[in-house]
């Protein structure tokens, strides 16, 4: 893993699922669950208030930053968690999520005309 601010690398311990996050840090998945690793090598469990409901370590397919502080974690069928990156908290969202796509300053779909 690289520091962005500084360009060290940093070495992970091998884990079976990962994702990246922001601040230089990882979320994995290990033996005893889901946890958050920072680039200076600090472990930190995830703050779930029923931590058996991420105990599937597939629970999660793509991780997509929503700001530097949080991170959309997401999972099949449009559902999506909101990680805050700092404290370790899940939010889970009732509604899908689009993911965001980079804007190329064109309109996505033609302007309809009124009345057809």
């Known amino acids: 893993m690289m520091d962005w601010a ?3 690398l940093a070495t992970l311990e091998p884990a ?3 994702l990246p996050l922001t601040r230089g840090r990882v979320l994995q998945y290990a033996d005893d669950g889901w946890r ?3 680039a200076d090598g600090g ?3 995830l703050d779930a208030t029923e931590p058996e409901q991420y105990a599937d370590p597939n629970i999660w397919r793509h991780s997509v930053p ?5 991170v959309a974690l997401l999972r099949g069928g449009g559902a999506a ?3 805050h990156v700092p404290t370790g908290s899940i939010k889970p969202v ?3 999520l689009l993911r965001p796509f ?13 009345g057809r």
Do not use: C, F, N
């Open 6 to 8: 500084t360009g060290e």
């Open 36 to 38: 958050i690793v920072g």
């Open 102 to 114: 980079p804007w190329s300053g064109k309109v996505a779909y033609p302007t309809m005309e009124r």
């Open 94 to 96: 009732q509604e899908p």
């Open 81 to 83: 968690d909101l990680l």
């Open 43 to 45: 472990v930190r469990p």
């Open 16 to 18: 079976v699922h990962s």
């Open 66 to 70: 929503v700001s530097e502080d949080w």
